[in-house]
């Protein structure tokens, strides 16, 4: 069971470690501002889709610390890796509709251009950079 107060408290301060006032906060996550007046006053408890729209838009908050406060804010994360580490190809592999466009592709000196790159990460999100 949520506790009110304390999850009040949880959203203040996670209000504060983004310098968000309730409304700006409220903005961010596309909500009613007075969604957040209630939630800070105890009034109400945060539905499913309040919770996970935070978990969402702020990448440095646990589902379980803001829930019940275990676990840390903000959360521990990985480094970032740089430009360089992300475009820096590990194995190419291309794929051609067919054979004889492969040997055309193969004789070709002109370097391919990059359209996009997926990032997929262990927890199932993906990050995708465009061109």
Same mark, same amino acid.
């Given at each position: 069971?949520?506790?009110?107060?304390?999850?009040?408290?949880?959203?203040?301060?996670?209000?504060?470690?983004?310098?968000?006032?309730?409304?700006?906060?409220?903005?961010?996550?596309?909500?009613?501002? %007075?969604?957040?007046?209630?939630? /800070?006053?105890?009034?109400?408890? #945060?539905?499913?889709?309040? *919770?996970?729209?935070?978990?969402?838009?702020?990448? $440095?908050? $646990?589902?379980?610390? /803001?829930?019940?406060?275990? !676990?840390?804010?903000?959360?521990?994360? /990985? #480094?970032?890796?740089?430009?360089? =580490?992300?475009?820096? #190809?590990? %194995?190419?592999? $291309?794929? %051609? #509709?067919?054979?004889?466009?492969?040997?055309?592709?193969?004789?070709?000196?002109?370097?391919?251009?990059?359209?996009?790159? *997926?990032?997929?990460? =262990?927890? !199932?999100?993906?990050?995708?950079?465009?061109?």
């Amino acid at each position: 069971m949520i506790n009110n107060s304390e999850f009040a408290d949880r959203l203040k301060q996670l209000m504060d470690y983004y310098q968000l006032s309730a409304s700006g906060f409220a903005d961010r996550i596309q909500i009613q501002r %007075s969604s957040i007046s209630h939630l /800070l006053s105890g009034r109400n408890k #945060p539905s499913l889709d309040f *919770v996970l729209r935070v978990i969402k838009e702020f990448n $440095e908050v $646990e589902l379980y610390w /803001l829930l019940n406060g275990k !676990g840390s804010f903000p959360a521990k994360t /990985l #480094p970032t890796p740089t430009d360089q =580490e992300i475009l820096k #190809p590990v %194995s190419i592999i $291309e794929k %051609s #509709p067919n054979k004889a466009s492969d040997e055309t592709n193969m004789s070709s000196d002109q370097p391919k251009k990059i359209e996009r790159i *997926v990032i997929f990460f =262990e927890d !199932g999100t993906f990050k995708e950079y465009l061109k």
